[in-house]
Nanobody, 126 residues
Framework: EVQLVDSGGGLAQAGGSLRLSCAASGLTFDDYVIGWFRQAPGKEREGVSSISTYDGSTYYADSVKERFTISRDNAKNTVYLQMNSLKHEDTAIYYC???????????????????WGQGTEVTVST
């Protein structure tokens, strides 16, 4: 059974940092792209960042470039999202997800992701 467990959310002040983790089990880690999505209240879920666990290539949404860093530890089957310089508009529930592909696509397409974590809530105070 494939399982993604995302964690690390919490309350942070604007300008602060948080690190999210996504631990995967039940799948061949190198065969998947792992992505982070977020959904703010009243808004659609959007792609934030993704990483190929095969070659380490990464994708960032424009809204988080230069502030967020995605990384992976293949030995631990875990992907991290380091979030720095947090803004109030980063407040959302963050979900990690796995897509059965090796190479990153040009964009993050929600429907192409096969497995999802339960979500971890991030709240950034002003």
């Amino acid at each position: 059974e494939v399982q993604l467990v995302d964690s690390g959310g919490g309350l942070a002040q604007a300008g602060g940092s948080l690190r999210l983790s996504c631990a995967a089990s039940g799948l061949t880690f190198d065969d998947y792209v792992i992505g982070w999505f977020r959904q703010a209240p009243g808004k659609e879920r959007e792609g934030v960042s993704s990483i190929s666990t095969y070659d380490g290539s990464t994708y960032y949404a424009d809204s988080v470039k230069e502030r967020f860093t995605i990384s992976r530890d293949n030995a631990k089957n875990t992907v991290y999202l380091q979030m720095n310089s947090l803004k109030h508009e980063d407040t959302a529930i963050y979900y990690c997800a796995a897509e059965a592909r090796v190479v990153l696509g040009a964009n993050m397409v929600i429907d192409e992701y096969d497995y999802w974590g339960q979500g971890t809530e991030v709240t950034v105070s002003t």
